[in-house]
Nanobody, 121 residues
């Protein structure tokens, strides 16, 4: 089993930055595909970004965050990050990280509890 704990959320003004962390325990996630998702009030959960490979060589972003968000991993810390810059009010949501042991980003079996991000205008 893998346990995921997100942190780093909070309240920030539009244009500001936050860095979310997703700390894993139970197993080493260095070969897992890791993803970030978000869910805004009254909306369905949506994909934000994923990272694949031990070195994190492959990343992919939703169009809505491309160029503003960066996903990365620190294998020594068993942690994945989401650097969020130029935040907009529409980025307000609960952000979740997820782990896919197959490494494919298509089978996320493990999810964190989420961290709230609120962007004020």
């Amino acid at each position: 089993q893998v346990q995921l704990v997100e942190s780093g959320g909070g309240l920030v003004q539009a244009g500001g930055s936050l860095r979310l962390s997703c700390a894993a325990s139970g197993r080493t996630i260095s070969t897992y595909a890791m993803g970030w998702f978000r869910q805004a009030p009254g909306k369905e959960r949506e994909f934000v970004a994923y990272i694949i490979g031990w070195s994190g060589i492959t990343t992919y972003y939703a169009d809505s965050v491309k160029g503003r968000f960066t996903i990365s991993r620190d294998n020594a810390k068993n942690t994945v990050y989401l650097q969020m810059n130029s935040l907009k009010p529409e980025d307000t949501a609960v952000y979740y990280c997820a782990a896919d042991a197959t490494g494919s980003h298509l089978a996320y079996a493990y999810w964190g509890q989420g961290t709230q991000v609120t962007v004020s205008s």
